[in-house]
């Protein structure tokens, strides 16, 4: 069942993440309007929807018919103003630089018509950054999903002293009507919840990693073995996107100017290889390696 007064939903980014989280509120019924400023983005958006429904329905995962419901539901469009006119709801899914955020709220809040609530996917940038972007900061809040949305469960739903309880409530409801799992912050900090533990076990990696005290591969299998860990640290930062790591270290860095939280040297050196994980096919893994059978 919808979430009350949430009917048409905006994604902008058709990311990993973006396209994702747009076949999530798809799939739940709401009709959803993916932008991305990247035709190629777009495309592969398409290529991956193409792809995902009829491999759930062969797999006895969703029916034919909210495969083919969850299809109509979804649109991909260039225009900004095209996909958020009508929007009951915008998630921004950009890239973690403050200031592109901005003025995309910035922008949203003139097209958008009053009563939409704007949220951003940021797992690190919280709405009070953005919120005085706009004229309607008691209608922004994070609503942070996890790689990848169309497995994960949880989603971080953080009010910002600015954040208005029913638009927190209206939220929760839309994960829940997703399928979701709303995890309720009532208060503002940095990597909210999970990747605020999750990014000093990711930090203390790259350190014995950048110190040469062992190996990569080693570190992944002692936090495996030793700390009972499901998905250890590099083979997740490769899940992830290299490239996003080193943004959000980059964009904490630049905040807090405390040199223990400069970016890992291995780590920026894979992303101007754009080696950036299982994306591009190499990271700290090989995963054409891995597909043979040989690798994590």
Known sequence: ??????????????????????ICAALAGYKVKCNDISKEALDKARRFLDKYLPGR??????TEEAAKA???NLSFTTSLDEAAMDADLVIEVVP??????RQIFARLDKICPPQALLVTNSSFIVSSRLADATSRPEKICNMHFFVPPLAMLPVEVVKGPHTAEETAETIAAVCR???????MLDKEIHGFLVNRILSVVHREALFLYDTGVASYEDIDLAVKEGLGHKIAPFYQMDLIGLDLVLSINMEHYRETGNPAHKPSPALAQMVAQNRLGRKTGQGFYNYEEMLEGRGY
Do not use: D, F, R
Request: proline residues 5%; glycine residues 16%; positive net charge.
């Open 1 to 22: 069942m919808k979430a009350p007064g949430i009917n048409n939903v905006c994604v902008v980014g058709a990311g990993t993440m973006g396209h994702q989280i747009a």
């Open 57 to 62: 329905v062969a797999k006895g995962k969703l």
């Open 70 to 72: 969850g299809k109509e």
């Open 96 to 101: 973690e630089v403050l200031e592109l955020k």
């Open 177 to 183: 009507s997703m399928g979701k799992i709303p995890i």
